[in-house]
Nanobody, 123 residues
Framework: QVQLVESGGGLVQAGGSLRLSCTAS?????MGWFRQAPGKGREFVAA????????YYADRVKGRFTISRDNAKNTMYLQMNSLKAEDTTVYYC???????????????????WGQGTQVTVAS
């Protein structure tokens, strides 16, 4: 079992920046960020592989968000710039245990989830 702990959420003005962090209790493979607004499904934001650092982004965040990871610290980051009001929601960290195959953009690809961190962008 892997525990994931997110941090870095908060309140920011539109156009501002936040950096989210997700620390895993032990080594994880592909890790990703998803977000979920009240009453809506959880949607893919970004993902990063452990092996070669390949990154994946949802179109709506491409060019504004940057995903990265520090394998030595078992930590993944999401740098969010040029934030918009529509980015307001809860962000979840996810990790794959290395045994599943599929798309890093799919919810089913991940085995472990964090509790979520709230991001609020004031317009």
């Amino acid at each position: 079992q892997v525990q994931l702990v997110e941090s870095g959420g908060g309140l920011v003005q539109a156009g501002g920046s936040l950096r989210l962090s997700c620390t895993a209790s032990r080594r994880s493979y592909t890790m990703g960020w998803f977000r979920q607004a009240p009453g809506k499904g959880r949607e893919f934001v970004a993902a990063i592989s452990r092996s070669d650092g390949s990154t994946y982004y949802a179109d709506r965040v491409k060019g504004r968000f940057t995903i990265s990871r520090d394998n030595a610290k078992n930590t993944m980051y999401l740098q969010m710039n040029s934030l918009k009001a529509e980015d307001t929601t809860v962000y979840y960290c996810a990790a794959n245990n290395g045994l599943k195959y599929g798309s890093p953009q799919s919810l089913d690809y991940y085995d472990y989830w964090g509790q979520g961190t709230q991001v609020t962008v004031a317009s």
